[in-house]
């Protein structure tokens, strides 16, 4: 049996469920209200001591961290795969990824923006914050596509989505959600408007989770 805790409209555990979907398995969706501090409660720091979304609970096995988790589902079910055949092209497609796993995501996640309401004693989101961070990566990664033009023209890398689509449509929604300009990225935009034609993309997508709001 395959668990995903996660909450609908976090950009972590969306990259997840992508993934899941994609390698085609069949898992069960746990919910996790983020905004109520589920995921501070002793039964979920039971399953994770860290306290954050998602975790992946594989036959009574856990695994935290979406990128740990990501690597995870591509060693246990490697067909079909997310990552290419080839050293190089693998290592180019995770630094790829890693621009928004790393670089964009953990300065806008939920935490970094309830501190800095806080500093700032602000109800509203820090758009020029998020805004900054998201344009930043968004142009590297839209700089790195360009110099490719084997890819496909719906996909980062290949013919096929893979990795970085499951780290990239869910920072588009994102940056959608905060009203983040992207007319500067049309191949990210291209990017994102053919994932969002895939069952696997459709189904991962936040507006149509059990938790999502109605």
Not at 83 to 100: F, N, S, W, Y
Not at 118 to 126: G, V
Request: charged share 20%; hydrophobic share 40%.
């Amino acid at each position: 049996m395959i668990e995903l805790w996660n909450y609908y409209r976090s950009g972590t555990s969306h990259r997840v469920r992508i993934a899941l979907n994609l390698k085609g398995l069949d898992w069960q969706y746990r919910s996790l209200n983020l905004l109520a501090s589920d995921h501070k409660q002793p039964a979920y720091l039971d399953i994770n001591p860290q306290g954050l979304a998602p975790a992946l609970v594989v036959d009574g096995e856990v695994f935290t961290q979406s990128p740990a988790i990501l690597e995870y589902l591509e060693e246990a079910y490697p067909t079909p795969p997310l990552l290419p055949t080839d050293t190089a092209q693998r290592a180019k497609v995770r630094a790829m990824a890693m621009i928004i796993g790393c670089d964009i995501h953990p300065l806008n996640n939920l935490r970094v923006i309830t501190q800095l309401k806080a500093l700032t004693q602000t109800q509203e989101p820090p758009v020029d914050w998020i805004g900054r961070w998201i344009s930043e990566g968004f142009a590297a990664i839209e700089a790195l596509l360009a110099r490719d033009p084997s890819r496909a023209i719906g996909c980062c890398f290949g013919d096929q989505p893979g990795l970085v689509e499951c780290y990239l449509v869910p920072q588009v929604y994102a940056a959608r959600r905060f009203g983040i300009e992207l007319s500067s990225f049309p191949a990210i935009c291209a990017i994102d408007a053919y994932c969002a034609t895939l069952p696997a993309f459709q189904a991962a997508h936040p507006d149509l989770q059990p938790d999502t709001p109605q």
